[in-house]
């Protein structure tokens, strides 16, 4: 990202860049940035831009030999073409051939590091990759957005928001600004304003159902199912939700006996560091044995629905109702 900022700043472009990774939102800032600081915003002459596996190479080739039409530069985005992934030998092979008036951005969601493609916009210019962002750096993005708007907000109610938002920054974006306009006449954001307005996350549901079958609470975990059905979510990804937080909680549990800290057990689960406290409490409601015997019946269930046996809804609450039942 430093590189981008730096090679605009100083106005000395390269004619490659792959911007790709995870988190989209990034992609999208740092491919607008250069947009803005190559093209004028009502040049549509020197701009071009290709999107999805059916773009064609030599027709990117053509357009890139194709000199700018009284401006610096020509602009050609190519966005989720695969071509990264599943390799382009006609692309590979022209990408040290790129003129000096075309400036070639890539955005992808994934990339083969040992393909041509990649070692060719490599060694031709900048390949940056956009990961999930960690708790410390979405933390000081987000204070920074309340400064500018001279709002203030305590540690804990930002963990609130950022336990409803994920870790998403396009979907903590979108969040912010309705939590901006909802408080345009405050100060201090407290939590009841998070909890007003803030969307809570399908995944982050399926955490607070998990919890409530881990505390034999069957009514809310009951309740909170039925909520994501009438939110239109299909039976067999809310199961495939559930059997991942167990799975998580399972690995968890390992962990903190192999005395693994924090950052690690969070890399290792795949989720951020400030929710492996909450986790960890939650993993704690149930035993190693109890975790594995979920899995193994969320996996037959899954079965049974899918041969015919049970329909999925009857499936997934016959789950819930097993493990939040009182022993």
Not at 30 to 55: C, M, V, W
Not at 68 to 74: L, S, V
Not at 165 to 178: A, P, S, Y
Not at 221 to 247: G, H, T, V
């Amino acid at each position: 990202m430093k590189t981008i900022d730096e090679d605009i700043r100083l106005g000395k472009f390269q004619n490659i860049y792959l911007l790709y990774g995870s988190e989209n939102y990034l992609k999208q800032q740092y491919k607008q940035k250069l947009k803005q600081a190559l093209i004028p915003p009502d040049d549509t002459i020197n701009f071009s831009r290709f999107e999805g596996q059916h773009a064609d190479p030599q027709a990117i080739i053509d357009l890139a030999e194709t000199l700018p039409f009284f401006a610096d530069y020509r602009l050609i985005v190519v966005e989720d073409s695969g071509f990264f992934k599943n390799s382009c030998e006609t692309l590979a092979n022209y990408l040290p051939n790129v003129p000096s008036s075309t400036i070639l951005v890539f955005t992808e969601s994934e990339v083969d590091k040992r393909g041509k493609m990649y070692k060719a916009a490599s060694k031709s210019g900048h390949a940056i990759e956009f990961t999930q962002q960690n708790e410390q750096l979405l933390t000081r993005w987000i204070l920074g957005r309340l400064k500018r708007e001279n709002k203030k907000i305590t540690q804990n109610v930002l963990q609130l928001f950022l336990s409803k938002t994920g870790t998403d920054m396009g979907n903590i974006d979108k969040e912010l600004e309705k939590l901006l306009c909802y408080t345009l006449n405050k100060e201090v954001i407290d939590a009841a304003d998070v909890n007003a307005i803030c969307i809570e996350q399908v995944t982050n549901q399926i955490f607070e159902m998990v919890h409530a079958i881990g505390k034999r609470n069957q009514k809310r975990a009951l309740s909170l199912y039925y909520d994501l059905l009438a939110l239109k979510e299909a039976p067999m990804r809310i199961l495939y939700l559930i059997n991942r937080q167990f799975r998580i909680l399972l690995d968890l549990k390992s962990m903190q006996k192999a005395g693994l800290d924090a950052k690690t057990m969070a890399t290792k689960a795949g989720i951020p560091p400030f929710a492996v406290k909450r986790s960890l409490e939650q993993a704690s409601c149930f035993s190693k044995k109890e975790l594995i015997q979920a899995l193994n019946d969320g996996a037959s269930l899954e079965t049974d629905s899918k041969t015919g046996k049970m329909t999925d809804q009857i499936a997934v609450e016959l789950l819930i109702v097993k493990y939040s039942a009182h022993a």
